[in-house]
């Protein structure tokens, strides 16, 4: 029996980890089970960074972005070496299980300890919603829907100046956000890592609606494919000189996707991601991932999701086909 286990947040924050947290605290509680909370990502445990976390910590923090345990990126973890000092850490803190909140670098760091004999399970926390063995990771939903009100809100300019905006939102690895952004917001192209994008004839559409009067398009694209400035330039050299007396401007969202309140789903999910990682630890597992499958929750060897890529599902694909949106033809 489990006397206490401890959480912490790693790697980039996302809208709905602090409800996680309080989910793994309060089901921990429940079951007569004590919780220390790691400050400062995997770094704290370094740091001796700890406190047991109780309900007056908890007390507001349900609607906050970001996490209230703070987050790094520890770079003693790239070291075999760091995370055998991680672990012993951890026994010298008198912890006896872990509950990692981050995305794939931060469940990598989880594999590792639980390969080291330490008991400990993820929690998927990442905007980009780039995990395998989940439909969606805390935080992509709430980013989701900050993109959709800002490119609205661009849209707007876009009529009334007859411009096309190329507005570059995060995904690194995924084209998640860009591509369901793009079909939420009536976009006219999607440029994402998984699809090779086809220039000429994005140039032929763009040009071919300012010619049929429909004056103003939106261009969503994920920042793993490259930066807006250059893309940009490369549409310009597409053009050959040609023009088509269209204003381009570009929008980069930058870091306003990874703030704000945390929307419902990411709370409801945060919740049920927290109370199964806590009723897996206490029944004894150990190296899995909470994940989302057809609307359940359920426990997932980490073996079968780290280094795996995850891709566009098939309906999505499907369904921005058919809305007539541009990204590609051919799977990189």
Not at 60 to 74: E, P
Request: with cysteine.
């Amino acid at each position: 029996m489990f006397q206490n286990i401890a959480v912490l947040t790693s790697g980039g924050d996302a809208p709905g980890m602090n409800p996680a947290i309080r989910s793994v605290v309060r089901t921990a509680m429940e079951r007569g089970c004590d919780v220390i909370g790691i400050s400062n990502g995997y770094d704290g445990i370094f740091e001796g960074a700890i406190e047991k976390l109780t309900g007056t910590i908890l007390s507001g923090m349900i609607d906050r972005g970001g996490t209230i345990l703070q987050s790094s990126r520890c770079k003693r973890f790239y070291d075999p070496a760091g995370i055998d000092e991680a672990k012993e850490r951890l026994i010298q803190l008198g912890i006896q299980g872990l509950v990692v909140i981050g995305g794939d670098g931060s469940l990598t760091g989880a594999r590792e300890l639980h390969r080291r004999g330490f008991p400990v399970i993820g929690i998927p926390a990442s905007i980009d919603n780039d995990m395998l063995g989940t439909e969606m990771a805390i935080g992509a939903d709430t980013a989701a829907n900050t993109i959709m009100q800002l490119i609205d809100r661009i849209r707007d300019t876009a009529r009334s100046h007859r411009r096309c905006f190329l507005i570059e939102v995060m995904g690194r690895n995924s084209g998640f956000l860009a591509l369901t952004t793009a079909i939420s917001c009536g976009a006219e192209v999607a440029v994402i890592p998984e699809f090779a994008h086809n220039m000429s004839r994005i140039v032929h559409l763009l040009r071919s609606r300012f010619e049929k009067t429909r004056d103003n398009s939106i261009i969503v694209l994920a920042e793993g494919v490259c930066d807006a400035e250059t893309f940009i330039f490369r549409m310009l050299a597409e053009e050959q000189g040609v023009s088509f007396d269209q204003e381009i401007r570009k929008t980069v969202l930058g870091h306003v996707q990874r703030g704000g309140i945390p929307t419902h789903f990411d709370r409801i999910l945060g919740a049920r991601f927290g109370e199964m990682a806590v009723l897996g630890l206490l029944q004894g597992e150990s190296g899995s991932m909470t994940g989302l499958e057809q609307s359940h929750v359920k426990l997932v060897d980490l073996e079968k999701v780290i280094g795996f890529k995850k891709h566009p599902s098939s309906e999505l694909i499907r369904l921005a086909r058919h809305l007539q949106i541009e990204f590609g033809d051919v799977v990189e």
